[in-house]
């Protein structure tokens, strides 16, 4: 392994054999949930939430439809689900829906929102059914966990054979880490908000297009496609942030633009058909 960049609390660490790169501050099981039993998604950026939650699980339904194929049918599983606000979406496009969250607040307010089960707690440890979902999505949750192979394994357990998984998640192979990351060493006093912007605290892995690949073949599923996806922060939560944060953000949307690429990547995946 090597050291490629001081952080805040932690390093950034890359392995030298696999090229997944990661922080050697690791979280665990425990300290995960309770993290999130105290701070729900998307704490302390969102100024109307209701508003912002619902516009941001309607993109996340879109996406799905758009690599899934829209349809009115099916059984859906949301790791990660939050509050609900998608599988709320989901439901009403027709799906029937199950969702699964560490934090107890937020199951329980989703169990409200939505008609399908709710369960709290770590996939990996929770009875789902197997060969059971068409569709099964997380959403900016693969960097937060603390085991990701035991939890997309537990995921492909529980897809139908021909069952497709979608998840979102931060993009370690986009064109500019390079640039910013020579930037952040050069300047790290007057690049900390990028820094940070990039690597946040409560981030334990950062995969690339290879290494994501790599992971779900590895739990015997078949990557189909990945597309660029604009981080929700240039989408939702940029104008509570400084100018020179906003100004960086759009100069990052804009190079995107310019090259079709994007620091967040949205990909799509297959459980094989025996």
Not at 108 to 135: C, K, M, N, W, Y
Not at 210 to 239: D, M
Request: some cysteine; charged content about 25%; proline content about 5%.
């Amino acid at each position: 392994m090597r050291l490629l960049l001081h952080l805040r609390s932690s390093q950034l660490m890359e392995c030298d054999q696999c090229r997944l790169r990661y922080t050697d501050v690791y979280g665990t099981h425990e300290s995960i949930v309770e993290y999130y039993s105290r701070v729900q998604a998307h704490h302390g950026k969102l100024d109307n939430q209701e508003a912002q939650l619902a516009a941001i699980a309607r993109a996340q339904a879109d996406a799905i439809d758009l690599l899934c194929g829209v349809r009115r049918q099916g059984r859906i599983l949301e790791v990660g689900c939050s509050r609900g606000h998608l599988l709320e979406i989901l439901e009403e496009r027709g799906w029937e829906s199950c969702g699964v969250d560490l934090s107890a607040a937020s199951a329980q307010e989703a169990r409200a929102r939505v008609s399908g089960p709710i369960h709290q707690g770590i996939v990996e440890l929770l009875p789902l059914p197997t060969d059971h979902f068409d569709v099964v999505a997380m959403f900016d949750v693969l960097a937060h966990l603390p085991q990701p192979r035991g939890t997309l394994d537990a995921m492909a357990t529980a897809l139908k054979p021909g069952g497709l998984l979608v998840l979102s998640t931060v993009n370690e192979s986009w064109p500019l880490v390079p640039v910013f990351q020579a930037l952040f060493k050069t300047l790290p006093g007057r690049t900390k908000d990028l820094r940070d912007e990039m690597y946040e605290g409560q981030h334990y892995c950062y995969f690339g297009e290879k290494t994501v690949g790599r992971l779900l073949e590895e739990v015997g599923l078949q990557l189909l496609e990945v597309q660029p996806l604009q981080p929700l922060s240039a989408r939702f939560f940029a104008h509570q942030y400084s100018w020179r944060r906003r100004l960086a953000l759009h100069a990052m949307a804009r190079a995107d633009q310019i090259l079709g690429s994007s620091r967040k990547m949205l990909v799509l995946a297959r459980k094989p058909v025996p």
